[in-house]
């Protein structure tokens, strides 16, 4: 594999794992605004929300929650956007890494597998994923903000937002 190969594969690679980054730290801001806008204790608001298995299920509960609370007219736009890059986040999560030729040049897409019995054939090109990743880290600073603005601060005890395992914290909620 000559440098230059490797040096796009890196940056492909590098582009991949913030894109997952940014959904893994969406997930944690709204399992804390999920926490915070509820009554019942946090075990059970904790239980509720991983009892849903996808992003786009615990975005729902999340969505819910926030209608409920009539809290800013934002958060439509912000889950619109999650909602929007997702087809990305799955098609990182479930595709395959291969290299292509765009305008002579050597590039890396990802693709479906061969066998996927609905094959988009469309190829996920790193600009694709860089573009999905920063409008994610965009929408994440944005959570932040409307967790803060929740005005109650200290329901999560930052059990969320370190490393403390969220088997250890329904423990103690």
Same mark, same amino acid.
Request: hydrophobic share 40%; proline share 3%; charged share 30%.
């Given at each position: 594999? #000559?440098?230059?190969?490797?040096? +796009?594969?890196? /940056?492909?690679?590098?582009?991949?794992?913030? +894109?997952?980054?940014?959904?893994?730290?969406?997930?944690?801001?709204?399992?804390?605004?999920?926490?915070? +806008?509820?009554?019942?204790?946090?075990?059970?608001r904790v239980a509720q929300f991983?009892?849903?298995?996808?992003?786009?299920?615990?975005?729902?509960?999340?969505?819910?929650?926030?209608?409920?609370? /009539?809290?800013?007219?934002?958060? /439509?736009? +912000?889950?619109?956007?999650?909602?929007?890059?997702? /087809?990305?986040?799955?098609?990182?999560?479930?595709?395959?890494?291969?290299?292509?030729?765009?305008?002579?040049?050597?590039?890396?897409?990802?693709?479906?597998p061969t066998f996927? %019995?609905?094959?988009?054939?469309? #190829?996920?090109?790193?600009?694709?994923?860089?573009?999905?990743?920063?409008?994610?880290?965009?929408?994440?600073?944005?959570?932040?903000?409307?967790?803060?603005?929740?005005?109650?601060?200290?329901?999560?005890?930052?059990?969320?937002?370190?490393?403390? %395992?969220?088997?250890?914290?329904?423990?103690?909620?």
């Amino acid at each position: 594999m #000559s440098t230059e190969d490797n040096e +796009l594969r890196h /940056k492909f690679l590098a582009e991949i794992g913030r +894109l997952v980054v940014a959904y893994s730290n969406a997930e944690n801001a709204l399992i804390v605004i999920f926490v915070e +806008l509820g009554n019942a204790p946090l075990a059970v608001r904790v239980a509720q929300f991983h009892a849903r298995s996808s992003f786009a299920e615990k975005l729902a509960i999340t969505d819910e929650a926030v209608l409920e609370a /009539k809290l800013d007219q934002k958060w /439509k736009r +912000l889950s619109e956007c999650l909602t929007r890059y997702r /087809k990305v986040r799955n098609a990182v999560a479930h595709s395959q890494m291969v290299p292509d030729v765009e305008n002579k040049r050597r590039v890396y897409v990802l693709r479906n597998p061969t066998f996927t %019995p609905h094959r988009d054939e469309d #190829s996920i090109r790193v600009e694709h994923i860089s573009e999905a990743a920063a409008a994610i880290e965009g929408v994440v600073a944005v959570l932040w903000k409307v967790r803060g603005s929740l005005g109650r601060v200290g329901r999560t005890d930052n059990r969320f937002t370190t490393e403390t %395992p969220v088997r250890e914290a329904t423990k103690r909620g």
